[in-house]
């Protein structure tokens, strides 16, 4: 049975709104070796995004376009893995690489080198607080980081804070200001 008839405008705008984000969760997810093309993710992602709101209503865009993501690299990983005549492991590849900190392309061009120094600390974290600050600097809020990790919103926003005084403890340490 059909949904609901799906507002083309607001999809659009949706769209054109979280575009930016999705783009930029492909490319920090999908190394070149990884041997997945970001279009396609976004692609289907945006297939995902029309089906999902001729189904149901999105509370939580930011999150939703994030697991949205993850879950398209996660199936064409898996069906890539699932044809033998590809090079290499694709998911090995992809869980090599770091997560991105989050920064603006041109802050990371301008000081690749504090752009490193910020990615060494947030891995030199405790291993609970690290992702909850990687998804903060990477613009998600508490409510969205608790929503994508299962944690409360009080339990998320402890994390991020005390994640963030020890990132900037550890900077200062190293030398940065």
């Not at 189904?55 to 697991?67: K, T």
């Not at 398209?72 to 590809?86: C, E, F, G, H, Q």
């Not at 910020?118 to 992702?131: S, T, Y």
């Amino acid at each position: 049975m059909p949904g609901p008839p799906v507002d083309r405008e607001a999809v659009e705008r949706w769209l054109a709104e979280f575009g930016p984000r999705l783009r930029a969760i492909v490319r920090s997810r999908c190394p070149r070796e990884s041997g997945i093309e970001p279009d396609e993710v976004e692609q289907e992602v945006r297939i995902r995004v029309w089906q999902a709101f001729g189904e149901h209503r999105i509370d939580h865009p930011a999150s939703y376009l994030y697991r949205a993501a993850m879950n398209v690299i996660v199936d064409l990983l898996r069906r890539r893995r699932a044809r033998p005549d590809r090079d290499g492991d694709a998911l090995d590849t992809l869980t090599q690489h770091p997560v991105d900190a989050g920064l603006e392309p041109a802050s990371v061009a301008a000081d690749g080198e504090f752009a490193a120094a910020v990615r060494a600390a947030v891995r030199a974290l405790p291993e609970r607080r690290q992702r909850p600050v990687q998804l903060h600097l990477q613009g998600f809020g508490f409510a969205e980081v608790a929503q994508l990790l299962g944690l409360t919103d009080a339990t998320a926003r402890n994390l991020i804070y005390r994640g963030m005084d020890e990132l900037r403890e550890r900077l200062r340490a190293g030398g940065w200001p």
